[in-house]
Protein backbone atom coordinates (compact mmCIF):
# COMPACT_ATOMS: atom_id res chain seq x y z
CA UNK A 1 0.00 0.00 0.00
CA UNK A 2 0.81 3.75 -0.61
CA UNK A 3 0.27 6.57 1.97
CA UNK A 4 1.12 10.07 1.94
CA UNK A 5 1.79 10.71 5.71
CA UNK A 6 1.74 14.33 7.41
CA UNK A 7 3.91 14.55 10.25
CA UNK A 8 3.14 17.73 11.97
CA UNK A 9 5.89 16.85 15.25
CA UNK A 10 5.00 20.27 16.92
CA UNK A 11 6.27 21.39 20.08
CA UNK A 12 7.71 20.04 23.36
CA UNK A 13 8.32 16.31 23.51
CA UNK A 14 6.55 16.22 20.18
CA UNK A 15 9.24 15.99 17.57
CA UNK A 16 10.95 13.27 19.96
CA UNK A 17 7.78 10.90 20.29
CA UNK A 18 6.97 10.98 17.21
CA UNK A 19 9.99 9.90 15.55
CA UNK A 20 9.75 6.99 16.80
CA UNK A 21 6.38 6.58 15.42
CA UNK A 22 8.31 7.15 12.23
CA UNK A 23 10.71 4.71 12.83
CA UNK A 24 8.14 2.11 13.66
CA UNK A 25 6.06 3.04 10.48
CA UNK A 26 9.53 2.25 8.37
CA UNK A 27 9.97 -0.75 9.53
CA UNK A 28 6.69 -2.11 8.63
CA UNK A 29 6.90 -0.19 5.50
CA UNK A 30 9.97 -2.73 4.61
CA UNK A 31 8.77 -5.70 6.22
CA UNK A 32 5.55 -5.74 4.74
CA UNK A 33 6.36 -3.88 1.55
CA UNK A 34 4.38 -0.89 1.63
CA UNK A 35 5.57 2.49 0.29
CA UNK A 36 5.06 5.19 3.13
CA UNK A 37 6.22 9.15 2.08
CA UNK A 38 6.43 10.71 5.17
CA UNK A 39 6.30 14.80 4.14
CA UNK A 40 6.47 17.10 7.46
CA UNK A 41 5.24 20.80 8.42
CA UNK A 42 4.86 22.99 11.38
CA UNK A 43 2.19 23.35 13.70
CA UNK A 44 1.52 24.90 17.43
CA UNK A 45 4.03 27.14 18.84
CA UNK A 46 7.22 26.68 16.91
CA UNK A 47 4.87 27.57 13.79
CA UNK A 48 3.79 31.04 15.45
CA UNK A 49 7.63 31.53 16.51
CA UNK A 50 7.98 30.83 12.25
CA UNK A 51 4.77 32.63 10.98
CA UNK A 52 3.23 33.87 14.19
CA UNK A 53 0.05 31.73 12.85
CA UNK A 54 -0.42 28.22 14.84
CA UNK A 55 -1.62 26.24 11.44
CA UNK A 56 0.39 27.91 8.72
CA UNK A 57 -1.86 27.43 4.81
CA UNK A 58 0.71 25.13 4.14
CA UNK A 59 0.83 22.94 6.72
CA UNK A 60 -3.35 22.74 6.50
CA UNK A 61 -2.66 22.22 2.56
CA UNK A 62 -0.60 19.19 2.89
CA UNK A 63 -2.95 17.65 5.69
CA UNK A 64 -5.82 18.12 2.95
CA UNK A 65 -3.55 16.41 0.26
CA UNK A 66 -2.65 13.76 2.41
CA UNK A 67 -4.29 10.27 3.46
CA UNK A 68 -3.69 11.00 6.77
CA UNK A 69 -1.72 12.92 9.77
CA UNK A 70 0.63 11.90 12.12
CA UNK A 71 -0.02 14.42 15.15
CA UNK A 72 3.01 15.43 18.06
CA UNK A 73 1.93 17.62 20.39
CA UNK A 74 1.68 21.44 20.94
CA UNK A 75 1.52 24.02 23.73
CA UNK A 76 4.88 25.83 25.12
CA UNK A 77 4.95 27.99 28.87
CA UNK A 78 5.10 31.27 27.18
CA UNK A 79 1.49 31.24 26.15
CA UNK A 80 0.20 28.96 28.90
CA UNK A 81 1.74 31.76 31.09
CA UNK A 82 0.06 34.67 29.35
CA UNK A 83 -3.72 34.89 29.69
CA UNK A 84 -3.56 38.18 27.30
CA UNK A 85 -2.08 36.12 24.48
CA UNK A 86 -4.33 36.47 21.68
CA UNK A 87 -2.49 33.43 19.82
CA UNK A 88 -2.07 30.57 21.24
CA UNK A 89 -0.75 26.91 20.07
CA UNK A 90 -3.87 25.38 20.98
CA UNK A 91 -5.33 27.33 18.58
CA UNK A 92 -3.72 25.67 15.72
CA UNK A 93 -5.19 22.06 16.45
CA UNK A 94 -9.15 23.15 16.79
CA UNK A 95 -8.92 24.92 13.39
CA UNK A 96 -7.11 21.94 11.83
CA UNK A 97 -9.76 19.78 13.22
CA UNK A 98 -12.61 21.72 11.96
CA UNK A 99 -10.63 22.05 8.69
CA UNK A 100 -10.54 19.08 8.46
CA UNK A 101 -13.50 17.82 9.95
CA UNK A 102 -12.58 15.81 12.28
CA UNK A 103 -15.51 15.13 14.36
CA UNK A 104 -14.70 12.26 16.19
CA UNK A 105 -12.27 11.63 18.77
CA UNK A 106 -11.61 7.76 19.51
CA UNK A 107 -9.22 6.83 22.20
CA UNK A 108 -8.73 3.06 23.61
CA UNK A 109 -7.81 2.69 27.27
CA UNK A 110 -6.71 -0.32 27.87
CA UNK A 111 -4.88 -2.10 31.33
CA UNK A 112 -1.68 -3.62 30.19
CA UNK A 113 -1.35 -6.90 32.58
CA UNK A 114 2.80 -6.02 32.67
CA UNK A 115 1.80 -2.46 34.48
CA UNK A 116 -0.90 -3.45 36.65
CA UNK A 117 0.81 -2.27 40.04
CA UNK A 118 2.29 0.83 38.22
CA UNK A 119 -1.95 2.12 38.30
CA UNK A 120 -2.32 4.57 41.20
CA UNK A 121 -5.88 2.00 41.04
CA UNK A 122 -5.59 -1.31 42.85
CA UNK A 123 -4.91 -4.24 40.47
CA UNK A 124 -7.69 -6.52 41.22
CA UNK A 125 -10.26 -3.25 39.85
CA UNK A 126 -8.68 -2.65 36.82
CA UNK A 127 -7.56 -5.86 35.68
CA UNK A 128 -9.59 -6.71 32.62
CA UNK A 129 -10.26 -3.03 31.64
CA UNK A 130 -10.55 -2.31 27.73
CA UNK A 131 -12.44 0.47 26.55
CA UNK A 132 -12.71 2.79 23.61
CA UNK A 133 -13.92 6.03 24.26
CA UNK A 134 -15.80 8.01 21.22
CA UNK A 135 -15.14 11.81 21.67
CA UNK A 136 -17.28 14.35 19.56
CA UNK A 137 -14.99 16.30 18.57
CA UNK A 138 -15.90 19.62 16.48
CA UNK A 139 -19.13 21.30 18.04
CA UNK A 140 -20.16 22.05 21.92
CA UNK A 141 -19.09 24.42 24.29
CA UNK A 142 -15.00 24.93 22.48
CA UNK A 143 -16.67 25.80 19.53
CA UNK A 144 -20.00 27.96 20.59
CA UNK A 145 -20.50 31.43 20.60
CA UNK A 146 -17.71 33.01 22.78
CA UNK A 147 -19.06 36.40 25.38
CA UNK A 148 -16.78 38.71 26.92
CA UNK A 149 -18.42 41.61 28.55
CA UNK A 150 -16.98 45.54 28.27
CA UNK A 151 -15.55 45.15 31.42
CA UNK A 152 -14.28 41.98 31.75
CA UNK A 153 -16.56 40.74 34.55
CA UNK A 154 -18.87 38.36 32.37
CA UNK A 155 -18.13 35.86 30.44
CA UNK A 156 -20.04 32.76 28.40
CA UNK A 157 -19.34 30.30 26.11
CA UNK A 158 -22.39 28.27 24.12
CA UNK A 159 -23.00 24.66 24.08
CA UNK A 160 -24.43 23.77 21.18
CA UNK A 161 -25.15 21.06 19.34
CA UNK A 162 -27.31 19.56 15.94
CA UNK A 163 -29.14 16.47 15.58
CA UNK A 164 -26.80 15.34 12.77
CA UNK A 165 -23.69 15.91 14.69
CA UNK A 166 -24.76 13.63 17.10
CA UNK A 167 -25.63 10.59 14.66
CA UNK A 168 -22.74 10.58 12.86
CA UNK A 169 -20.32 10.24 15.68
CA UNK A 170 -23.26 7.94 17.49
CA UNK A 171 -22.99 5.56 14.25
CA UNK A 172 -19.73 5.31 14.79
CA UNK A 173 -19.62 4.29 18.39
CA UNK A 174 -22.37 2.09 17.51
CA UNK A 175 -20.28 -0.29 14.93
CA UNK A 176 -17.24 -0.41 17.18
CA UNK A 177 -19.37 -2.12 19.86
CA UNK A 178 -20.51 -4.32 17.49
CA UNK A 179 -16.85 -5.47 17.41
CA UNK A 180 -15.83 -5.28 21.10
CA UNK A 181 -18.51 -6.45 23.73
CA UNK A 182 -21.73 -4.58 22.76
CA UNK A 183 -22.28 -1.92 24.91
CA UNK A 184 -22.30 1.73 24.64
CA UNK A 185 -22.59 3.89 27.76
CA UNK A 186 -23.53 7.55 26.95
CA UNK A 187 -22.29 10.15 29.34
CA UNK A 188 -24.04 13.30 29.72
CA UNK A 189 -25.65 15.73 32.19
CA UNK A 190 -29.25 15.38 30.86
CA UNK A 191 -30.56 16.70 33.73
CA UNK A 192 -29.56 19.89 33.50
CA UNK A 193 -28.49 20.70 30.23
CA UNK A 194 -31.07 20.79 27.10
CA UNK A 195 -28.10 19.97 24.79
CA UNK A 196 -27.57 16.46 26.95
CA UNK A 197 -31.55 15.86 26.87
CA UNK A 198 -31.33 16.32 22.72
CA UNK A 199 -28.09 13.55 23.22
CA UNK A 200 -30.29 11.03 24.72
CA UNK A 201 -33.36 11.37 22.08
CA UNK A 202 -30.64 11.41 19.37
CA UNK A 203 -28.71 8.49 20.53
CA UNK A 204 -32.10 6.12 21.66
CA UNK A 205 -32.83 6.76 18.16
CA UNK A 206 -29.60 5.47 16.81
CA UNK A 207 -29.74 2.50 18.83
CA UNK A 208 -32.58 1.12 17.60
CA UNK A 209 -30.56 -0.04 14.24
CA UNK A 210 -28.15 -1.61 16.34
CA UNK A 211 -30.83 -4.04 18.75
CA UNK A 212 -27.58 -6.37 19.69
CA UNK A 213 -25.79 -3.50 21.76
CA UNK A 214 -26.95 -2.76 24.83
CA UNK A 215 -27.40 1.58 25.23
CA UNK A 216 -26.69 2.60 28.91
CA UNK A 217 -26.73 5.91 30.03
CA UNK A 218 -24.42 7.91 32.68
CA UNK A 219 -24.49 11.65 34.36
CA UNK A 220 -20.68 12.76 33.84
CA UNK A 221 -20.57 13.02 37.26
CA UNK A 222 -21.40 9.27 38.11
CA UNK A 223 -19.34 8.36 35.01
CA UNK A 224 -16.35 10.02 36.52
CA UNK A 225 -16.83 7.88 39.88
CA UNK A 226 -18.04 4.69 37.93
CA UNK A 227 -14.38 5.38 35.95
CA UNK A 228 -12.19 5.06 39.05
CA UNK A 229 -14.34 2.43 41.11
CA UNK A 230 -15.05 -0.15 38.22
CA UNK A 231 -14.02 0.72 34.72
CA UNK A 232 -14.75 -3.24 33.75
CA UNK A 233 -18.11 -1.99 33.16
CA UNK A 234 -17.54 -0.13 30.37
CA UNK A 235 -17.12 -1.21 26.37
CA UNK A 236 -17.56 2.07 24.27
CA UNK A 237 -17.72 5.15 25.80
CA UNK A 238 -20.02 7.86 23.32
CA UNK A 239 -19.69 11.45 24.68
CA UNK A 240 -19.86 15.26 24.04
CA UNK A 241 -16.41 17.15 23.06
CA UNK A 242 -16.05 18.97 26.95
CA UNK A 243 -17.07 15.37 28.81
CA UNK A 244 -14.74 13.59 26.33
CA UNK A 245 -11.69 15.60 27.70
CA UNK A 246 -12.01 15.63 30.85
CA UNK A 247 -13.09 11.42 30.66
CA UNK A 248 -10.32 10.50 28.52
CA UNK A 249 -7.78 11.96 31.00
CA UNK A 250 -9.35 10.94 33.28
CA UNK A 251 -9.30 7.16 32.36
CA UNK A 252 -5.42 7.64 31.56
CA UNK A 253 -4.70 6.80 35.23
CA UNK A 254 -5.50 3.15 34.34
CA UNK A 255 -2.95 2.39 32.63
CA UNK A 256 -0.17 3.78 35.01
CA UNK A 257 0.76 6.47 32.43
CA UNK A 258 -0.74 9.06 29.85
CA UNK A 259 2.09 8.38 27.46
CA UNK A 260 0.56 4.87 27.21
CA UNK A 261 -2.53 6.43 25.48
CA UNK A 262 -3.16 6.95 21.62
CA UNK A 263 -5.73 8.34 19.68
CA UNK A 264 -7.16 8.68 16.41
CA UNK A 265 -9.25 11.66 15.16
CA UNK A 266 -11.42 10.59 12.13
CA UNK A 267 -13.97 12.35 9.79
CA UNK A 268 -15.67 11.71 6.32
CA UNK A 269 -12.15 12.24 4.05
CA UNK A 270 -9.52 12.94 6.77
CA UNK A 271 -7.83 11.01 9.95
CA UNK A 272 -5.17 12.38 12.10
CA UNK A 273 -3.45 10.27 14.68
CA UNK A 274 -1.80 11.74 17.80
CA UNK A 275 -1.19 10.79 21.73
CA UNK A 276 -3.56 12.43 24.05
CA UNK A 277 -0.71 13.40 26.28
CA UNK A 278 0.64 17.48 25.95
CA UNK A 279 3.91 18.86 25.07
CA UNK A 280 5.50 18.09 28.15
CA UNK A 281 8.00 21.54 27.75
CA UNK A 282 10.14 20.56 31.04
CA UNK A 283 11.46 16.87 29.26
CA UNK A 284 12.25 18.39 25.91
CA UNK A 285 15.66 16.97 24.60
CA UNK A 286 16.18 14.58 27.73
CA UNK A 287 15.21 11.61 26.02
CA UNK A 288 13.08 10.74 28.91
CA UNK A 289 9.45 11.36 27.16
CA UNK A 290 7.22 7.89 26.89
CA UNK A 291 6.63 7.31 23.00
CA UNK A 292 4.69 4.70 23.34
CA UNK A 293 1.67 6.64 22.70
CA UNK A 294 2.76 8.16 19.74
CA UNK A 295 3.72 4.67 18.40
CA UNK A 296 0.08 2.93 18.98
CA UNK A 297 -1.18 5.95 17.52
CA UNK A 298 0.97 4.86 14.52
CA UNK A 299 -0.75 1.56 14.93
CA UNK A 300 -4.16 3.46 14.26
CA UNK A 301 -3.06 4.88 11.59
CA UNK A 302 -2.35 1.41 9.70
CA UNK A 303 -5.73 -0.03 10.89
CA UNK A 304 -7.72 2.82 9.91
CA UNK A 305 -6.63 2.25 6.19
CA UNK A 306 -7.09 -1.99 6.96
CA UNK A 307 -4.09 -2.99 7.47
CA UNK A 308 -4.55 -4.68 10.82
CA UNK A 309 -1.62 -7.63 11.05
CA UNK A 310 0.68 -4.38 10.55
CA UNK A 311 -0.78 -2.64 13.48
CA UNK A 312 -1.50 -5.83 15.79
CA UNK A 313 2.79 -6.35 15.18
CA UNK A 314 3.18 -2.60 16.70
CA UNK A 315 0.88 -3.27 19.43
CA UNK A 316 2.67 -6.78 20.56
CA UNK A 317 6.01 -5.12 20.30
CA UNK A 318 4.77 -2.62 22.83
CA UNK A 319 3.46 -5.50 25.18
CA UNK A 320 7.16 -6.89 24.61
CA UNK A 321 8.95 -3.71 25.58
CA UNK A 322 6.50 -3.42 28.51
CA UNK A 323 7.02 -6.89 29.81
CA UNK A 324 10.57 -6.39 29.52
CA UNK A 325 10.52 -3.27 31.10
CA UNK A 326 12.36 -1.11 28.01
CA UNK A 327 10.26 1.30 29.31
CA UNK A 328 10.77 5.34 30.03
CA UNK A 329 11.14 6.51 33.34
CA UNK A 330 7.72 7.39 34.02
CA UNK A 331 6.43 4.06 34.15
CA UNK A 332 9.70 2.37 35.15
CA UNK A 333 11.54 5.17 37.41
CA UNK A 334 14.22 2.66 38.30
CA UNK A 335 14.92 2.26 34.59
CA UNK A 336 16.67 5.93 34.18
CA UNK A 337 18.69 5.25 31.78
CA UNK A 338 16.54 3.90 28.94
CA UNK A 339 15.62 6.42 27.21
CA UNK A 340 12.59 7.83 24.56
CA UNK A 341 15.01 6.46 20.99
CA UNK A 342 15.67 3.07 23.18
CA UNK A 343 12.18 1.50 23.48
CA UNK A 344 11.74 3.22 19.87
CA UNK A 345 14.44 1.21 18.71
CA UNK A 346 13.12 -1.90 20.88
CA UNK A 347 9.80 -1.60 19.01
CA UNK A 348 11.97 -1.10 15.94
CA UNK A 349 14.21 -4.82 16.50
CA UNK A 350 10.71 -6.64 17.12
CA UNK A 351 8.89 -5.85 14.15
CA UNK A 352 12.39 -7.19 12.34
CA UNK A 353 12.42 -10.02 14.72
CA UNK A 354 9.08 -10.56 16.35
CA UNK A 355 10.01 -14.47 17.29
CA UNK A 356 13.09 -13.66 18.53
CA UNK A 357 12.59 -13.01 22.18
CA UNK A 358 14.31 -10.06 22.51
CA UNK A 359 16.76 -10.40 25.38
CA UNK A 360 19.46 -9.60 23.17
CA UNK A 361 18.51 -6.48 21.91
CA UNK A 362 18.58 -5.85 26.09
CA UNK A 363 21.74 -6.83 26.17
CA UNK A 364 23.14 -5.00 23.18
CA UNK A 365 21.59 -2.01 23.10
CA UNK A 366 21.24 -1.18 26.63
CA UNK A 367 24.77 -2.16 27.64
CA UNK A 368 23.93 -5.58 29.61
CA UNK A 369 26.99 -7.72 30.37
CA UNK A 370 25.28 -11.15 29.86
CA UNK A 371 24.68 -12.46 26.55
CA UNK A 372 21.29 -14.85 26.18
Not at 158 to 179: G, M, P
Request: hydrophobic share 40%; proline share 5%; net charge negative.
Amino acid sequence: MKLKIAVLPGDGIGPEVTGQAVKALKSIATEFNHHFQFVYADVGAVAIEKYNNPLPYATVELCKKSDAILFGAIGHPKYDNDPNAKVRPEQGLLKLRKELGLYANIRPVKAYDALLDKSPLKRHIIKGTDICIYRELTGGIYFGKKYLSDDGEIASDLCEYSKKEIERIAVLAFEAAQSRKNKVTLVDKANVLESSRLWRRVVTEISKDYPDVELDFLFVDNAAMQLILNPKQFDVILTENLFGDIISDEASVIGGSIGLLASASVGAKHALFEPIHGSFPQATGKGIANPIASILSAAMLLEHFGLNNEAELIRLGVEKALKLKITTPDINPESNSITTSNVGDFIEDFIYNPKDTNHNFINIHLGQSTII
